[in-house]
Structures are given as C-alpha cells and as structure tokens.
C-alpha cells in the first residue's frame, strides 16, 4: 500500500533529510515511528502524503508514484488519506461540525450527503455532542478529535498522524490513543509519529526508529532488526542505537 | 460553483476592513484611469466637431458647361467616404460671401466668382490620406481649377487625435498594470491571511482550481466594486468640473460604463490569478 525505495531527500541548502529508506506499509498496518527530534519523522510522513518529493528514490502510495504524480493526482490521493497534527489545525471560526463537513465541501461532496457524515463520524469519535462548538471552547484531546473526525470522514485507506498526542495531558492521550487503535481495528492503516516510548513500549505495534535520516530499527523487518539487536538494545528507546 | 462563492463572500466579511481597503484602491486606480479616459473622451469629442467641418472645395474654370460640372459631382458622391456633393453656382457663392462678409457685400459681384463643388465626408473618412485621395480625384478633371482643403489643417487635427488616442492608451495601460498589482497585492493578504485554510484544503485533498476558484472571485468582485466606486467619482468629479468650472463635458455612455466595470472585473481577475498562482506554487 505504502512503499518506499532507496528515498533520499536532501534539501537545497544540502541538508540531508532522509538517507536510503526503504520500508513497506501494509494495509490495516499500526506502524509507530519514533526517534530524537530531526531525525526526519515528519519528513517521512511528508513524503507518505507527497508534501515532498525525494530527491532520489521512490515513494509510491496506492499506486501514485512520487514521480510521475501530478498536483491535481496527489490532491486526489489526499483524498483517500486523513492526516493529523499535533496542532490540530482547525479554522477557528468555525464550528466542530463545519470543521469537518470543510473536508467534505472541498472535493465536491454532495450538500445531502455532508450531515450524514459528518454525524456518523463525530460520533466514531465521541464528539456527538459538541457539534456546534467552536474549537476554542474545546479541551486539546476534543480538539484533536475533531481533528480526527475531520480527517476520517473521507473513510480514508490510511491515517497519518504526526506527533497527535504532543499536546496533550497523559489522560487525553491515552484516549486519543485509544481511538487511534479502534481505527486501526476497523481496518485503516494509521502511521504515528511520536515521542511518547510508554504508548510504543505498552502495545504490540510495529515501530521504526529513525536516526538522522536513516532508518536504525524496524520490528517488521526481521533482519534489520536482528542486526540492531546484535548491535544494541533490542527494544526502541528513542536514542541513538548501536 | 455555489462553495467557491459563498467563500469569496465569507472572505468580505471576515476581512471587512482589508476588502475596502482593496476596493478603495482599486477604485482610485480606476478612478485615475477613468478621469484620463473622461479626458480623452472630451478632446476626441471635441476634435470630431472641428472634424465635422473638414470638407474639400473644387473650383471650375470660367465658362466650364453645367453638364461636366453635374457628371463630376455624381462621379465623386460615388466615391467610399464621401457624404455629399453639393454645386455651388457663382450666384449662390455671391449669397453666401455677402451673408458672411456683410460690410464688403458691395465689393462682390456673381461674375467675379467661379462655379464651386463642396465635398462633405463621412465620419471615418476625414484622415489625410482619405482627403487627399478625393482631393486629387478632384483635380483630375481638366475643368478644375483649384482645389482646397486645408491640408496642413487636416494633418495638425489628425495628429493631435492620434496624440490624444495613444496617450490615452499607454496612461490607461499603465494604471490598468498599477490597479492590477494592486489587486494582487490584497490577494496575496487575504491569501496570507487564510494560510491555515488553504493549507488545511490542500491536506483533505482540494485542487489548486478549487483552491484558486474563490480568491479568483473575490478579484473579480473587488474589481466590480472598485469600477462601480471609481464610476461613481468620475461622474462627481465631472459634475464638479461643469458646476464650477462651467465646461460643458460628456460623459461616459452606458456602453462605456459597462466597458469600465467589466475592465474593472477582468483588471480584478487577472491580478488575483498572478497573485494564487504565485504563492500556491509556494504553498
């Protein structure tokens, strides 16, 4: 579903942002990705809904490749993908229910088919109740469940969610996650970046360290990650191994 | 459709103070571009009734036949451009000298003047070339004598209108270009203004045509507006002109009007759509 190979992305400047990545994503996959800050997490993800482009290599993401994808192609590919952030980045001036029927109106949804929707997935998420709320009378974690309705409403292959818990308290973070896993268990793959080594340590889910720009352990790839436990600790610990 | 709209008007109210602002700016562009344009229209008016006056007279020898005189008239009505031909006898000439020289009406008499043909032209056809072309038609006949249009005259008219045409033309171009950065420049705020949205569009899969489609409105409305406003000061402004100035000036037909908004429209259009597509290659 997801497929990296040989990604590089160096930037002009000449930055290295990631080095020879090779990596497969399967559909209804849990995939953490974790590792020290600048170790090209997020450009990883960026890479996944073609935000960027490697300078080498390819990403190829439900049959779109990083290279031959026109705009109009990965606006489309977008569409079949939900991506959150650790800002939420909703419009402040709209309600819960108008941030996420927003999703909906931009690819040309039918008007009749938008309250529907956008109920069916503001209660997935727990928010039913809260539709006429504006984001500012909302706490982080209902905030980032607006951002998740938003971006499951287009019942997305695939939920892409940098850093979701950064901003919030232990306890929203443990709901945010556990939403994350019923998603996950209805059959959308989710890739999450994080800093948060307790949710990797406390679930069985694949996880991939990244390492200024390469990738230093994946527990899905058998003989990578035999070699770093012949190297070093063998569970991931977010700091350099080897 | 109805979404990029509604957008474009949400955007006015979200931004009240930014759109006038716009639309203000946009309307002393136009409105600049509307008072040289007034200009323009005054002295193009102006110069077609001095133009009106262009004609072109044909003197016959004395003794030439009625007959050759009639056939050469009605050769010449014949020609493109030319609007009458009228024959002046020496009789009608002696009328016509006494009318408008009445304290020397003694000194003239009928056998003193020749047999004349007046060429009046059309609207059009009162450039040099085209006078010159009648003129020398004219003097081809064998019983004329003379013929005169004020050439010199013509010409010196003539180059004044073209004058008046192209400065008009590049002034109009160049705050036409300077309403148009304008524009764009509000734009490029609004845009900067709603990042965050368009940023969020791009994330759930929006097209840069539907991203584009209602900033490229907002232009065309704020354009609109701004001619609408700029219309509106130029009328005043020639009200004011007649008022106290006591000059007689004509304004801008309801052809013309339109004209003016709709470039207002398309002036608005076009600087939104350099202005998206500058920054969401940036984006």
Redesign the interface.
């Known amino acids: 579903m997801i497929r990296f190979t040989d990604v590089s992305l160096e930037y002009s400047r000449g930055t290295s942002a990631l080095r020879g990545i090779d990596l497969d994503i399967a559909r209804r996959e849990f995939v953490f990705l974790i590792g020290p800050s600048g170790a090209g997490k997020s450009t990883l993800l960026k890479c996944m809904?073609m935000d960027v482009r490697p300078s080498a290599g390819e990403v190829k993401v439900a049959g779109t490749s990083s290279r031959s994808a026109t705009?109009?192609e990965i606006?489309?590919?977008?569409?079949?993908m939900g991506?959150i952030f650790q800002d939420f980045?909703l419009?402040e001036?709209r309600t819960v229910e108008q941030n996420v029927a927003?999703?909906l109106?931009?690819?040309?949804t039918p008007r009749s088919a938008i309250p529907n929707k956008v109920n069916r997935v503001l209660t997935q998420v727990g928010l039913a109740s809260k539709t006429t709320a504006l984001p500012r009378e909302l706490s982080g974690g209902e905030q980032q469940r607006v951002a998740i309705a938003?971006a499951l409403v287009?019942d997305p292959f695939v939920l892409i969610a940098d850093e979701p818990t950064g901003n919030l308290d232990d306890r929203a973070t443990r709901g945010i996650f556990q939403l994350l896993r019923d998603i996950s268990a209805s059959g959308t793959a989710v890739v999450m970046a994080t800093h948060n080594l307790e949710l990797v340590r406390r679930s069985e889910y694949r996880t991939i360290e990244l390492n200024q720009g390469g990738i230093v352990y994946d527990s899905g790839d058998s003989t990578r990650a035999v070699a770093v436990r012949l190297l070093g600790e063998p569970t991931p610990t977010g700091e350099a191994v080897g | 459709m109805s979404?990029s709209v509604r957008e474009a008007v949400v955007a006015f109210r979200?931004t009240p103070l930014l759109s006038i602002l716009s639309i203000t700016t946009i309307a002393f562009s136009l409105f600049a571009f509307g008072l040289f344009g007034l200009v323009v229209l005054n002295i193009r008016k102006a110069l077609d009734t001095v133009e009106a006056r262009v004609e072109i007279r044909a003197f016959a020898f004395d003794g030439t036949d009625a007959g050759s005189i009639a056939n050469a008239a009605s050769e010449i009505q014949r020609l493109p451009g030319v609007l009458g031909v009228v024959i002046i006898t020496p009789e009608e000439a002696l009328e016509r000298a006494k009318a408008d020289m009445g304290e020397f009406s003694d000194v003239f008499e009928a056998s003193f003047l020749p047999t004349a043909l007046e060429v009046q032209l059309q609207p059009g056809h009162r450039d040099p070339e085209s006078v010159k072309r009648v003129a020398n038609r004219l003097r081809s006949f064998e019983f004329i004598e003379d013929v005169r249009y004020g050439e010199d005259w013509i010409t010196q008219l003539h180059r004044i209108r073209n004058i008046a045409g192209a400065t008009g033309l590049v002034l109009g171009l160049a705050f036409a270009i300077v309403a148009m950065i304008i524009i764009g420049a509000t734009i490029r705020m609004a845009l900067l203004a709603r990042a965050?949205?368009i940023?969020?569009?791009?994330?759930?899969?929006?097209?840069?045509g539907?991203i584009r489609r209602p900033f490229l409105i907002e232009g065309a409305i704020k354009g609109i507006c701004g001619g609408v406003v700029a219309l509106g000061l130029t009328w005043v402004a020639t009200q004011v002109i007649q008022h106290y100035l006591a000059f007689e000036t004509v304004f801008f037909d309801a052809r013309l009007a339109a004209i003016g908004v709709a470039a207002g429209a398309l002036i608005g259009l076009l600087g939104s759509a350099a202005s998206v597509n500058r920054q969401l290659r940036r984006v």
């Not at chain 1, 109106?105 to 040309?108: D, F, L, Q, S, W």
């Not at chain 2, 940023?199 to 840069?208: K, Q, S, W």
């Open positions: 809904y705009r109009s606006a489309k590919l977008r569409r079949k991506i980045r419009l001036d927003f999703a109106e931009v690819i040309g938003r287009n | 979404l979200r965050k949205e940023a969020i569009m791009r994330l759930v899969g929006a097209t840069d539907f």
